[in-house]
């Protein structure tokens, strides 16, 4: 089976409806490897407020993952950055080739780069698909002594 990424933006209700059950289980899964930052809710709450996109990877009619984007605009400059946020379901970096059809959605709508946001093991390849570090984010939990 050929797999294919679909922005639901424009979906009626009843054909995103079909995936709800595995749309809910790849977030709990998510929410479980990071409980500090997301929960269902809030990830549920950004696409319905309309602050991100969310993108079905589909083998077939299958649900095989899913990728949240947000655009930001940096309002002194107008620089429009398109942001992969959330991805989660099967498939992990054997994804990154879906990556070219958000690319050609980013630039629909004028966006100056797309930035996947993502761990260290993304590095190489989201690197064989043109993509280099910009930032990187340090973090060091405090919780547990020093």
Known sequence: MTLSIHLTTDWPFEKLARYGKEITAAVKKLVERFPNDLTLESVAQEIIAGKQQLWLILEGEEFKAFVT??????????????????????????????????????????????????????????????????????????????
């Not at 099967?90 to 990556?99: A, Q, S």
């Not at 993304?122 to 547990?144: C, E």
């Open 69 to 146: 984007s947000e655009i930001k605009i940096n309002e002194a400059t107008g620089h429009k950055s398109v942001i992969l946020m959330e991805l989660a379901g099967d498939g992990g970096i054997d994804l990154v080739p879906m990556i070219e059809t958000i690319e050609e959605w980013a630039v629909s709508i004028g966006a100056h780069e797309l930035t996947p946001m993502g761990r260290e093991g993304w590095r190489k390849p989201l690197g064989r698909a043109g993509y280099r570090p910009k930032l990187v984010l340090y973090s060091k939990d405090l919780t547990h002594g020093r």
